[in-house]
Structures are given as structure tokens and as C-alpha cells.
């Protein structure tokens, strides 16, 4: 499967405990995105990576976030001293951005997500 | 006002119908339009990709952006009930720091009935 995989699948943890999850992206994209989607809602951006370097981030993702992309692969965003409302599923998405005259296309492909419960 | 508003459902509808699925949004900076299908507990997976506005078809899907009225809708023909699932539309411009970031609707969620 060459897909973009999510690791782990499930995560339930208490409040207060720290949780990291990973993200390997399609193996030729340069660009990663991670999203938060919660219950009945479309996913919120928030934070985008372009190889190894942190370009973008959402004024959702608090301080108690913290994300890395060391050599430009595989993803990790940790979050720590969970809160219940930190509860949500978090999708990776990956890119490769292809240039058509003055026209970009990124087209973004989703993982299947991290399903966080905090108790 | 959310940038990009969706009616949640749900829509219920008979195999074979066609289904028109819509989206408005409110920032003139979206230049791009997806439509993405998320099937109950899984990542969202890509359906339509447009620029501008007119039409686009592929296969049973048609994908149209008005960009003058700042809606776009996706339409469903011979829907069945395989295509029951959350179908969620997405709009991006260039952020200015390198991403295309996605703004997403809430999500319709869609029931084929046999």
C-alpha cells in the first residue's frame, strides 16, 4: 500500500498524559498537512509542512502542540497534558505540488486517521 | 459566518436517484474546489478537483463552481448505495507561506436506500 499511513489507529488516554502519533506520507510528496476533525464537523487545518521546515501553523494548534517532520518524511504531533477537548480524530495529508502555467494544483491525500479519546 | 457553510443533512434518497449536493462560501481568495468522500471512520478520500468556474464530469460525478455567486455543488447521477457516506467540500488559495490549506464544509451525510 503506497497510500499515506496513520499510527496508532486508536489512542485513548487519560486526561493530563502526553499522546504522539506518526504520520509516513506517499514516499515522493514534499508536503504535509495535519487537520483536526471532530464529531459532525468538516476537518480544521492545523499546521503544513514543506520538507523538513514548519511554514504554517493554525492559531488552533496551542502551545501544548508540538509537531516535527526530521528529514522530510515521516510526521509526528505530539500533544501534550491532553484535555478532554482535545478529543477528535487527527488526519495527516500529503502533496506534491505540480505547477500548470499560473495555476498550482496541490492535490492533498488523506490517511486514515488517529481516533483520539481523552478520559 | 463560517468561510464555507454546508447543509449537514442528513439526505436520504432511492438508488437511482441523482443527488445535488451544495456548498457556499464567503472568502474570494478560494480559487480552488474539491469534493471529498469520507466513508464513517475513515480519512476523507478525493472525488473532484475544479479551478474555476463551469463544469466538470467524471463518471456519475459533476462538479460545478460558481465563482460570480460563490457556490458550488456536485451532482450524483444513478447514485447507489455504495455512495452512501459523508461528503464533504473543500475550497483552497494560496496561503501566502508556501500551503494550499483546505477549508472544509461540515460535511452532508448522504444514505442510498435500495
Not at chain 2, 437511482?16 to 480519512?43: D, E, P
Request: aromatic residues 12%.
Amino acid at each position: 500500500d503506497t497510500g499515506v499511513s496513520q499510527d496508532p489507529r486508536h489512542k485513548i488516554t487519560k486526561r493530563g498524559q502526553n499522546v504522539t502519533f506518526r504520520c509516513d506520507p506517499i514516499s515522493e510528496h514534499n508536503r504535509l498537512y495535519w487537520y483536526r476533525q471532530t464529531l459532525g464537523q468538516g476537518p480544521e487545518f492545523l499546521t503544513y509542512f514543506q520538507n523538513e521546515a514548519q511554514l504554517e501553523k493554525s492559531r488552533l494548534l496551542s502551545d501544548r502542540f508540538s509537531a516535527e517532520r526530521p528529514k522530510g518524511s515521516f510526521s509526528t504531533l505530539e500533544i501534550q497534558r491532553t484535555e478532554q477537548g482535545d478529543s477528535a480524530m487527527y488526519l495527516c495529508a500529503s502533496s506534491l505540488l505540480v505547477r500548470l502555467g499560473d495555476r498550482a494544483r496541490d492535490t492533498q491525500y488523506f490517511g486514515p486517521g488517529t481516533r483520539l479519546t481523552v478520559l | 459566518q463560517k468561510e464555507v457553510e454546508q447543509d449537514p443533512g442528513p439526505l436520504s434518497v432511492p438508488e437511482g436517484a441523482i443527488v445535488s449536493l451544495n456548498c457556499t462560501y464567503s472568502n474570494s481568495a478560494f480559487q480552488y474546489f474539491m469534493w471529498y468522500r469520507q466513508y464513517s471512520r475513515k480519512g476523507p478520500e478525493l472525488l473532484m478537483y475544479t479551478y474555476s468556474s463551469g463544469n466538470k464530469e467524471d463518471g456519475r460525478f459533476t462538479a460545478q463552481v460558481d465563482k460570480s455567486s460563490k457556490y458550488i455543488s456536485l451532482f450524483i447521477r444513478d447514485s447507489q448505495p455504495s455512495d452512501s457516506a459523508t461528503y464533504l467540500c473543500a475550497m483552497s488559495g494560496y496561503s501566502g507561506a508556501g500551503s494550499y490549506q483546505l477549508t472544509f464544509g461540515k460535511g452532508t451525510k448522504l444514505s442510498v436506500i435500495p
